[in-house]
């Protein structure tokens, strides 16, 4: 069985109770993690989720934006597993609009779930992955962070060019200690964050615009990513950090060509 030595691994996965989260918490299943799976408030969802895994998943509500829900969610965690093994950042919020319709409540909002929460929960399981010198930290940033031309995406953009930052000095500041960070960026993935409430004519089209952007002439799907993720949570890539992958089928619709 590929990636072995996951099994019987603590892996913490941040909103996990549907698209991206939920794909990866299944695939670490498969070889063998224990999964603790983050949700907020899709509770339904999250029972759902530990139903489809079976043993071996437990789920854990928390704000992740809230640093004090972190700490109690991270100790129960250890107290249902042990120490985390693998980290992976993944809870995610989004809002479209023009730089000139900034909207700050909004902003901040964002700004907590997408960049606050991977502090808070980096700051809690660091010291014990130091103290046993090795650990993983897999980021979810997004090709929006490198620069891409879709319209309305600027200050979740910002949000994930922040994450960018955040994992290449965190790789900087602990590969030392044997905890490897890296990052991966989606181009369009089809999940109920890019999808929900919209009419199957307005996804449709929305598809078709994407996939003309990509090399691949495809959209992308959330086990796409799980897979990679699940490859950087591994030994596999035991000589890879401070990096951030991209996972977007080709997009050709960058605002630069600069390095």
Partial sequence: MAFEDLKGKVVLVTGASRGLGKAMALEFRKYGALVAANYNASRGRAEELKREAGEGLEIFKADVSNREQVKAMIDQVKA???????????????????????????????????????????????????????????????????????????????????????????ALELGGSGIRVNAVAPGWIETDLTVGGKSREEVEKMEQSFRSRTMLHMIGKPEHVAKLVVYLASEDSGFMTGQVIVMDGGRIDYLTHGI
Avoid: C, H, Q
């Fill in 80 to 170: 249902t597993f042990g120490p985390v093994d693998v980290l992976v950042n993944n809870a995610g919020t989004w809002f479209l609009g023009s730089f000139e319709e900034f909207d700050e409540k909004k902003f901040e909002s964002m700004w907590r779930t997408n960049f606050m929460s991977m502090i808070y929960t980096s700051l809690e399981v660091i010291p014990e992955m130091k103290s046993r010198g090795k650990g993983a930290i897999i980021n979810v940033s997004s090709n929006a962070a490198l620069g891409t031309a879709a319209i309305g995406t600027t200050f979740y953009a910002i949000t994930k060019a922040a994450v960018v930052t955040l994992t290449r000095r965190l």
